[in-house]
């Protein structure tokens, strides 16, 4: 097969993916690398030139990697995952309306531009946890007792976006976050960020038919192949507070060659076995020109 990845500068050096190329090279898959942020891309010739199976994204949130991805897939190109998808996962705030909307649990979610704003919530939604809507790996992620604790000008930067804000789920201060790689499911556990008294443990954990619905059910309702969802287990069960395409897979026994295998799955299947609201466009689809008559 032959693969574009898509690898920011970021992870230029992470396990995940350099490992994953690596194996699917020895292997015996071409695998180009694109760098978007350090390199020259020439757009068009390079989405057009249809000469991947696939193209596969692991990249930061907001990076230019997205939108290369979604090039890829406007020309009907396959992707891992679902450019789409990718979208609906990576602002919080679309990722708490798609899923409540679809039913799964998730705690209520408040949107502002400044954490200010959120003083208007009644006392009762206090203690509040209050993130950027485009955050990952726990920054600037803050656990906020009462609206007079609101700003905090020790706090890490939140950068310019929307923030949202969900009423704190009482839970152990031990995340299980569940991994999943083209259907197959992993369960970890790993202290909470919002608990650094804890100690650091992680590790895997069995995964219960519960929690194991839900994260299949989140798979189904973004449209994700390789992802993973955080779960905070409150007084009334699990809790869905963080869904990311293309995590780490920690812990996930031999996670390398696992990932490496989905992404060759799911290329040889022309892409993600969910299906989407919105039909895949025609490669093939005839050129037409704007004001034109063709
Ligand atoms: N509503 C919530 N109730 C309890 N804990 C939460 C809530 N939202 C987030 N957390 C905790 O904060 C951590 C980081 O938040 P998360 O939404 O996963 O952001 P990030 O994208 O930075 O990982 C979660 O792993 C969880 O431990
Ligand atoms: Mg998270």
């Known amino acids: 097969m032959r693969l574009c990845f898509l690898v920011e500068e970021q992870y230029r050096y992470d396990g995940m993916p350099v490992d994953v190329i690596r194996q699917l090279t020895a292997w015996g898959h071409r695998v180009d690398v694109l760098r978007p942020g350090s390199s020259l891309i020439r757009l068009s010739e390079t989405v057009r030139s249809g000469r991947h199976d696939a193209w596969v994204l692991k990249t930061v949130s907001g990076g230019p990697g997205l939108t290369l991805l979604e090039g890829a897939a406007a020309v009907g190109l396959t992707t891992v995952n679902d450019a789409r998808a990718i979208r609906g996962v990576r602002d919080k705030a679309l990722a708490a309306v798609l899923a409540e909307a679809r039913g799964l649990p ?8 400044r954490a200010e704003e959120f003083a208007e919530l009644p006392a009762d939604a206090f203690p509040l946890v209050v993130k950027p809507a485009d955050g990952s790996s726990g920054r600037a992620v803050r656990l906020v007792p009462d609206a007079g604790h609101l700003t905090d000008p020790g706090a890490e930067p939140t950068g310019d976006g929307l923030l949202i804000a969900q009423p704190y789920v009482p839970n152990s201060g031990v995340d299980l976050k569940v991994y999943c790689l083209d259907g197959e499911l992993y369960a970890t556990e790993r202290r909470s960020p919002l608990h650094p008294d804890r100690p650091p443990t992680e590790r895997h954990v069995p995964l219960t038919p519960e929690v194991a619905a839900i994260a299949t059910e989140v798979g189904a309702v973004f449209g994700l192949d390789l992802y993973g969802v955080d779960i905070v287990l409150g007084p009334d069960g699990p809790v869905v507070v963080d869904v990311n395409d293309f995590p780490s897979f920690r812990q996930v026994p031999d996670a ?8 060759l799955r799911l290329a040889e299947a022309g892409g993600t076995g969910h299906l989407l609201p919105m039909p895949r466009p025609a490669l093939t689809a005839p050129a037409r020109a704007i004001g034109g008559n063709a």
């Open 106 to 113: 998730v705690p209520v979610t408040y949107a502002a531009a």
């Open 256 to 263: 390398v060659a696992r990932v490496a295998r989905a992404v």
